[in-house]
T-cell receptor, first 112, second 116 residues
Framework: KQEVTQIPAALSVPEGENLVLNCSFT??????LQWFRQDPGKGLTSLLL?????REQTSGRLNASLDKSSGRSTLYIAASQPGDSATYLC???????????FGKGITLSVRP | DAGITQSPRHKVTETGTPVTLRCHQT?????MYWYRQDPGHGLRLIHY???????DKGEVSDGYSVSRSKTEDFLLTLESATSSQTSVYFC???????????????FGSGTQLSVL
């Protein structure tokens, strides 16, 4: 059974810092991996989706990388801003017709 | 929220009563999902649908049923609500599971359900 872990559960950084959020998964035979953002009291917003054949995806200040062999993905946020404060979740899909397995998320606080 | 409306947004009910949550989409996406989110457990899949009248169970389906009579509507019913079903319920949609960027999952704003 696939398990997805995100450590630490919470992170606080000063504004302007470049930061990396980690996601690890136990079964390296994944189909794709998706990073989400969740603001308090809101639903999840998909940020980036990486197919198993890809190594990374970029959107603006965000860059997500995937290393299947080591069972890891990282979300890199450049020049963090207070507006980046949210919970970031990663989710793994193991097959074309399988469902997503979510990590519990990392709550990020960016201090002005 | 990508044309997804969940109703109600908040509900308080008593143990043993039936409850129905509604998810309505305007995107004409094929796939619809119901998740619950709880502290310490994260997001867990309850049921999902891959077309009108086509549904299947997720990992925490006991005590829940679903129906999808139209593409745009996916209903989640708690047959007899229990306190353990107090949670935030999210509906999600996607257009494909075929390996395209449309595989992205889009979420509604959630329903906060309290069972007393």
């Amino acid at each position: 059974k696939q398990e997805v872990t995100q450590i630490p559960a919470a992170l606080s950084v000063p504004e302007g810092e470049n930061l990396v959020l980690n996601c690890s998964f136990t079964d390296s035979a994944i189909y794709n991996l998706q990073w989400f953002r969740q603001d308090p009291g809101k639903g999840l917003t998909s940020l980036l989706l990486i197919q198993s054949s890809q190594r990374e995806q970029t959107s603006g200040r965000l860059n997500a990388s995937l290393d299947k062999s080591s069972g890891r993905s990282t979300l890199y946020i450049a020049a963090s801003q207070p507006g980046d404060s949210a919970t970031y979740l990663c989710a793994v899909k193991c097959g074309a017709n399988s469902k997503l397995t979510f990590g519990k998320g990392i709550t990020l606080s960016v201090r002005p | 929220d990508a044309g997804i409306t969940q109703s109600p947004r908040h509900k308080v009910t008593e143990t043993g009563t039936p409850v129905t949550l509604r998810c309505h989409q305007t995107e004409n996406h094929r796939y619809m999902y119901w998740y619950r989110q709880d502290p310490g457990h994260g997001l867990r899949l309850i049921h999902y649908s891959y077309g009108v009248k086509d549904t299947d169970k997720g990992e925490v389906s006991d005590g829940y049923s679903v129906s999808r009579s139209k593409t745009e509507d996916f209903l989640l019913t708690l047959e007899s609500a229990t306190s353990s079903q107090t949670s935030v319920y999210f509906c999600a949609i996607s257009d494909s599971t075929g390996g395209t960027t449309n595989e992205k999952l889009f979420f509604g704003s959630g329903t906060q359900l309290s069972v007393l």
